[in-house]
């Protein structure tokens, strides 16, 4: 049997998914929390949220989907909090996809299908509840710079 522990956090993949959906649990609007593909073998956990109830604001568009993907590596795991709405696509990757940006980049792209901006992201925490939380606190001000 093999068993991933996380890089430096000391959770299973398991058992940071389900830190992660709980704290998903706790989010304002949020609803029909899963883990997907499956709660059997979960890669990555997704959430509806009613942006009006998660903003405390009005808001021209009504849910938002959030998807937080963990799969611990040895040396530094995988990290991505995406949040996909009828207008936008963004997020914070920690990845070796733009390594240019340092560890962790923020991504963002319109659905008109223009180029996706990126930048550093500045999130060097390993374990997923605390990227996850890093991700939350600085959402709500992504998501209303795309309320134009």
Known sequence: MVLFLAGGSGYTRRQGLR??????????????IRYEPSAIKPTAVV?????????????????????VV?????????????????????????????????????????????????EPAHIEVEAPVSFLEICLDRLPDRIRVTSD
Request: aromatic letters at 8%.
């Open 47 to 67: 959430v509806v949220v009613d942006i009006e109830m998660f903003l405390e604001e009005p808001f021209p568009r009504d849910t938002g989907r959030l998807e």
């Open 19 to 32: 830190r992660v959906k709980e704290r998903l649990e706790n989010v304002p609007g949020a609803s029909n």
């Open 70 to 118: 963990w799969r611990p590596r040895e040396a530094t795991d995988l990290q991505r909090v995406q949040w996909i709405d009828d207008a936008v696509s963004l997020g914070w990757h920690k990845d070796r996809d733009h390594s240019d940006l340092g560890t962790t980049h923020f991504q963002h792209e319109m659905s008109d299908g223009a180029t996706p901006h990126r």
